[in-house]
Every structure is written in structure tokens, then in C-alpha cells.
């Protein structure tokens, strides 16, 4: 019975990377077209502002934006003012169409290796700067809200809700890599003699 399923599973390997293409354009359009919805472009503000790579974008510095959270669901006129004179929307606008556009182009790869080698490269990158958000933003851990005995519960290791969210980018950072790797072996079997 396992000699029957490894027989039936071996040659699916490229099948696999086609779906593992598909998977992160599925994942990169969900999430990049929510970058357009208020509360999407409200919620990376802490990852953003805290950034060394990335708070340059706005125009606040990071720890103000604390006073000015929208929790999902519901909108304080005077929040969504601080965040647009932060650039808040505008920022969300362009990465959402960032990462819509890297979404397709490792899609692209099923057809064009040279543009999914780019997609999946983009991927990788844009991977490991989310991952660097483990390093970079204090929100990605639980907070300490007091009640530490027996031991405390609260930051390293501890991730919160949005640090789990953001641990999870190793795996799309790994899928980029095998989806870049595969379209550079495509590219290299044509142009090899």
C-alpha cells in the first residue's frame, strides 16, 4: 500500500509547484486587495512605523500611532484623520498593489520562468522583511498586563495574535524560494546545450 501511494505521489512534484504558485497568488491578491479597506491599512501600522526598513513611508513616528488605533470593525473619524495625514491609506494602496503584482508574476511562472523567478525572488524578499517584523515591532508579543505568577506569560516567545500571523511568512518565504528555484532550473534546461 505505501509502495502504491509513493508510485502515485513521485511524479505529482510539479504539479505541486504549480499549486504551490497558485496558492501564493491566492494569498497575495486576498491579502494585497485588502490593503485597500481601512481597517487592513490601519492594522499594518505598527509593523510599518516600527520598521527600520519600512517607517520612512509615514510621516508619523512610531510609538504616536498607539493613540490612534481603530480596532477592526469600527472607525474613529478623528484615527482615520491622524491616519491619513500619516499616509497611512496611501502607503496600504501601493503595497497592496505590490503585492498583488508579485502575486501574479510568481503565477506567470507556470507559463514564463524568467517572470515566476522574479515573482518567486519578490516573494522571498518581501517574505523576509515581514519576518524581520519579529525582531522590529513590540506588538508581535504578548504584552505584559501584570498576573506573571507562578512565571510570566508575556513577550519572547510568546507571540501574540499579530506575531503569529507574521511567523507564519517562513513558510511563504520557503515557497518562494522553491517556485524561483524551479523556474531557474526551467530557464537553465532550454538555454543549456
Not at 13 to 34: D, K, P
Not at 79 to 89: F, L
Not at 97 to 108: E, N, R, S
Not at 137 to 149: C, I, K, M, Q, R
Request: hydrophobic share 45%.
Amino acid at each position: 500500500m505505501l509502495t502504491r501511494f509513493i508510485r502515485i505521489l513521485a511524479p505529482t512534484t510539479v504539479a505541486g509547484i504549480h499549486f504551490l504558485r497558485i496558492s501564493i497568488f491566492i494569498v497575495m491578491a486576498w491579502i494585497g486587495g485588502l490593503k485597500a479597506f481601512q481597517y487592513e491599512a490601519d492594522g499594518i501600522v505598527p509593523f510599518v512605523a516600527n520598521s527600520p526598513l519600512m517607517q520612512f513611508f509615514y510621516t508619523k513616528q512610531a510609538p504616536e500611532y498607539v493613540h490612534y488605533k481603530n480596532p477592526e470593525g469600527k472607525t474613529v473619524q478623528k484615527n482615520i484623520d491622524w491616519h491619513t495625514e500619516n499616509g497611512t491609506y496611501i502607503f496600504s494602496y501601493a503595497l497592496g498593489t505590490v503585492i498583488i503584482l508579485i502575486g501574479v508574476a510568481t503565477l506567470l511562472g507556470i507559463y514564463f520562468p524568467l517572470i515566476g523567478m522574479l515573482g518567486g525572488i519578490l516573494t522571498f524578499v518581501m517574505s523576509l522583511v515581514t519576518l524581520s517584523f519579529l525582531i522590529s515591532t513590540p506588538e508581535v508579543y504578548v504584552p505584559d498586563l501584570g498576573g506573571d505568577f507562578p512565571t510570566p506569560r508575556h513577550g519572547f516567545p510568546y507571540l501574540s495574535g499579530a506575531g503569529r500571523l507574521v511567523l507564519k511568512d517562513v513558510i511563504m518565504m520557503c515557497a518562494g524560494w522553491i517556485c524561483a528555484a524551479d523556474c531557474a532550473r526551467r530557464i537553465q534546461s532550454t538555454t543549456s546545450p
